[in-house]
């Protein structure tokens, strides 16, 4: 017993003689560890802003900014742990690196998952931001992106942070891709009134009308032969460059003008007429 006492204590004053004389190197390891940190830190703030400038794509300029930093990261690990010695320890997490990859990626699947989407969304790109998205039953304006989320200002002010991987996995609409929204609505006429006139005045309206494009050119068509109504379907464009731009008080104000019109010139828009029989007994 006494001599096991002996032998642990030979080998923490060993341990102790040899931590003693790597302190140096151990201290010096971890300053330059550290400056390192923050010298990438800097790196990665100059680095941002240059390649954003050429880029003009956050996605893409982050993307490429963190492949940098890692790099740099783990040169700076390896000199690190050659300062102390460690240039065996430093092959085998090397050669190591790909099992260890392997193992964090299966354990972080969903993150990797966003990662590797925000990585294939930098370079073909379905939106941009600031425009008008709808996805999983979310639509607004995108307000940022990065390699894991996205994030879109929905139209009642709420902030929703999309994963990039449902972004890549679910159906997306862009509304403002190539600044153009078209828009549509019904209007009943009487069957008795003359459904012409009243197309040549629906398509005169839209074409004196500031806020409608007129190419496409706007147009209306007979939709459909109801039980009660002659339903007739107003199609326009408008520019979406701006989300701003007020879609749906623009469709308010276009039908309220053809009501209005088509009121003040005759036409009767009729609502569904129920027939009603009387059975005898």
Known sequence: MNEQIENFKNMLSKTWINLYESMPSIVFSIIVFGIGLLIIRKLKGVAYTFIDKKSKDPLVSDFLVNVIALILTIFLLIISLSILGLGEITDKILAGAGITTFIIG????????NFLSGIIMAFKRPFRIGDLIEINGFKGKVINMSLRETLIKTLDGKEVF???????????????????????????LDYNDDTQKALDIIENILKNEEAILQYPEPFA????????????????WFMTDNIKVP??????????????SLMDKGFGLPSDIVEVKMLEK
């Open 221 to 236: 068509v007979i939709d459909e032969l109801a039980t009660s109504t002659v339903n007739v379907k107003v199609f326009f």
């Open 247 to 260: 879609g749906a008080k623009l469709k308010s104000n276009i039908m309220l003008k053809i009501f209005k």
């Open 162 to 188: 999309i994963p990039n991987g449902l972004i890549a996995k679910n159906g997306l609409v862009n509304y403002t891709l190539d600044d153009l929204l078209r828009t549509d609505f019904l209007i009943g």
């Open 106 to 113: 299966f354990a972080l699947k969903d993150i990797g998952e």
